[in-house]
């Protein structure tokens, strides 16, 4: 074979190995596209509602406009708990929510915004994105035909408002109390009647007497709701939501067919608005807690009979989904990277707490 030979068949050879090459590449749609983000939040909703906006405006943003995210509140597409079935159908391409609001498609779900006697928000993070826990979003997600991020963050919530005072685990028996998620499932176990209501519900329903009592977030979001127009009795450390985190989840089909700096824009808007969310709410409750209590709010703490009975509850809730393989998985990782973190800020920060308390007085 000549040199002129060899090299026309070597050209033929390479161009078709980069057409074989090019149509083994992903499709992806071209052009600016609109995407419809559902959410599990009325518009006016302190805080939650801000952190689906902020997604929504920060990956329009980074992506110059070639991604606008049309979002549309509880209600106005779809109800706020239909927004996990709105995208895996395809009505809608993204939605911005609670997870544990979908435990009855998985309750494992309840990892990825929070479980009783679970995760600050900061050993949240720890294990979402360095020891495991968004692999096993994704491994959860791929069922349903889902690829989730972490997209928010209340930190730690409040034990909610009452209409008398609870002085030991018996007071629950009968109470008709708004808690969602796992918490709520131990709070039945204590003889309560649960409902799970989206957050623009509750205070109808807690003015109306429809429920004896709620937990919705903190200081902050709670004075916004108005709660303390209906009751005075506020416990502000709860078992239920230490580290509440809120999800930005996309269609999987929607999700890859945009370009990978894309899927990227949606990922790091996502990552973003976690840590704003969490610094928006902790910045703001103090105040807030100061504002109810000139109110005449009463603020209150749990006994400990009530703790050990909200404990012995959750560990009944934990051992009933155990013999599901995925649950079990989520649980073990997320309970050792837990225990890791929290050796380490227990000693390091938890010390400096309490030493800088002490000295500052």
Known sequence: MDRRSFLRKASVGGATAAAASTLAAPLYAQGNRTLT?????????AGVHDS???????????????????LKAAGELVGAFEVFDAVVSGQADMYHGADYYFVGQHPGYAFFTAVPFGMTAQELANWYYHDGGMQLHDELGQIFG???????????????WF???IAGPE???????????????????????????PGGEVYQ?????AIDGTEW???????????????????????????????????????????????????????ECHQWN????????????????????????????????FGNASNEVHQENMGDELYKKIYDSAMASMRSSSAWITRSEGTYRSQRDRVLG
């Open 37 to 45: 983000l559902v959410t599990t939040w009325t518009r006016g909703l």
């Open 278 to 309: 969490l610094s928006q709410f902790l910045s703001q409750n103090s105040a807030a807690l100061q504002r109810l209590q000139a109110a005449g709010v009463q603020i209150m703490e749990f006994p400990d009979s009530v703790w050990d009975a």
């Open 205 to 209: 329903a807690l003015s109306s007497g």
């Open 52 to 70: 689906a906006q902020r997604v929504a405006d920060t990956i329009g943003a980074l992506s110059d406009g070639q991604l606008t995210v049309d």
């Open 163 to 165: 209409r008398a005072e």
């Open 217 to 271: 977030i903190g200081p902050w979001a709670d004075e916004k709701a108005g709660f303390q127009e209906i009751t005075k009795i506020y416990y502000t450390a709860g078992f239920h939501e230490p580290g509440a985190g809120l999800s930005v989840a996309t269609n999987r089909e929607v999700f890859d067919s945009l370009t990978p700096a894309q899927q990227k824009i949606i990922e790091i808007a996502s990552a």
């Open 146 to 160: 889902l690829k989730s991020f972490l997209g928010g963050n209340t930190g730690a919530q409040s034990g909610g």
């Open 171 to 197: 007071d629950f028996n009968g109470l008709k109390f708004r808690m969602p998620g796992l918490g709520g499932l131990a709070l039945g176990k204590l003889g309560a009647s649960v409902q799970n209501l």
